[in-house]
């Protein structure tokens, strides 16, 4: 039919040119907040772009969801400011005639969206937390990149190495100034390298120098040195017990309800249904008036998203907080929500008969 897939149509070229602008914006900020954390030591250099795409999987489901609300609300108000929205209702086909053609058009991003929810988020944040837990993990001189001045794990020690191979243990030009109780060291030393002894990991500095400096009285100690061995206090890799709801698969979230795992199901589950009901809403929030053309329905739409998708936040916080049930959750905020769209789709469909959308009145012209 014409009119489905003139909509279809249209509704496709705004969500795809809207999901791009917000792409380009959204991983701009991650990559921006990713390579300091890099640089704070917190993520290793070299998997920054592997942290960004598992961040950008994690968080394209919100992407989506506001692409898709978006695209709606700009469609349909682009048909009432170039009053096409009344040749269609003068044909008789009235705003609840639009779901059809939208969802046709929204449900693979709804079905895409589900798949990135349940099984691709958790993937993402385990994955990226593994990642960071691995590179903390390790000791501090496997830690240091060549030629950088690194700070180790606990803040206390700067290294400066000139490594012979990216995963060698051997090191040259080894530099630690090492924070003590009451005062400060620097070491020096030509050449470096792990030793294990008796499942100790020590690091042997070769042919170098310490200058110990002590804050109290000044006093300065320097001494040379052809062998100098210090114990590298490797963490243990600590299995994660108990790792975050967010990094649990959707399966094992049901079968462990706990207050928390039930929190987490809150947001997957909400967030999908946010979707769904945001399509409903778009189309009654995107009325506007054709004689003064103007953006403040995408504006006021936008900031119902935000709203939305803040309550959809809160309501994971009470779930996991205990105050309230998933189920109690889920139909309390988004049957709301559904019946709150299916109430405002009614409202603008049937506001001409009731006299409720606000119109201008023509006056008569009084004869002189």
């Given at each position: 039919?014409?009119?489905?897939?003139?909509?279809?149509r249209e509704l496709a070229r705004s969500f795809g040119a809207t999901l791009v602008v917000i792409l380009?914006?959204?991983?701009?900020?991650f990559l921006l907040r990713i390579v300091g954390l890099a640089a704070k030591g917190s993520v290793a250099p070299q998997d920054v772009v592997l942290v960004l795409g598992y961040t950008a999987l994690g968080h394209l489901p919100t992407m989506m969801s506001l692409s898709l609300f978006v695209a709606i609300v700009v469609t349909?108000?682009?048909?009432?400011?170039?009053?096409?929205?009344?040749?269609?209702?003068?044909g008789g086909v009235g705003l609840p005639r639009f779901v059809r053609p939208v969802l046709r058009s929204a449900w693979p991003v709804l079905l895409v969206a589900a798949v990135l929810l349940l099984f691709v988020w958790p993937w993402g944040n385990r994955n990226s937390l593994d990642l960071r837990d691995r590179y903390q993990q390790r000791s501090d001189l496997s830690r240091v990149a060549p030629g950088v001045f690194q700070t180790s794990a606990d803040g206390r020690r700067v290294f400066f190495i000139d490594r012979e191979r990216a995963d060698s243990l051997q090191a040259r030009n080894v530099f630690v100034l090492a924070q003590q109780e009451h005062g400060e060291s620097l070491t020096s030393a030509?050449?470096?390298?792990?030793?294990?002894?008796?499942?100790?990991t020590w690091l042997r500095l070769e042919r170098g120098q310490r200058n110990d400096i002590d804050d109290k009285t000044g006093d300065r100690t320097l001494a040379s040195f052809e062998t100098y061995r210090v114990l590298v206090k490797e963490r243990v890799a600590r299995e994660a017990q108990a790792k975050p709801p967010?990094?649990?698969?959707?399966?094992?979230?049901i079968r462990d309800p706990n207050a928390r795992n039930q929190g987490e199901l809150a947001w997957r589950f909400g967030m999908l249904l946010a979707t769904a009901n945001l399509m409903l809403l778009g189309l009654g929030l995107a009325a506007t008036n054709?004689?003064?053309?103007?953006?403040?329905?995408?504006?006021?739409?936008?900031?119902?998203?935000?709203?939305?998708?803040?309550?959809v936040n809160l309501s994971q916080a009470?779930?996991?907080?205990?105050?309230?049930?998933?189920?109690?959750?889920?139909a309390g905020l988004h049957g709301g929500a559904?019946?709150?769209?299916?109430?405002?789709?009614?409202?603008?469909?049937?506001?001409?008969?009731?006299?409720?959308?606000?119109?201008?009145?023509?006056?008569?012209a009084v004869p002189a």
């Open positions: 039919m014409l009119f489905d897939s003139t909509v279809r380009t914006i959204v991983l701009t900020m349909i108000g682009r048909m009432y400011r170039d009053s096409e929205i009344v040749i269609w209702f003068s030509r050449s470096g390298r792990l030793e294990t002894v008796a499942g100790e967010k990094s649990l698969p959707t399966i094992e979230l054709p004689r003064r053309p103007n953006n403040w329905n995408l504006f006021l739409a936008l900031l119902a998203w935000a709203l939305y998708f803040n309550l009470w779930v996991g907080n205990g105050r309230v049930g998933l189920g109690t959750a889920l559904f019946m709150l769209a299916l109430a405002l789709l009614w409202w603008r469909d049937h506001a001409a008969v009731l006299h409720l959308w606000p119109r201008r009145r023509l006056r008569a």
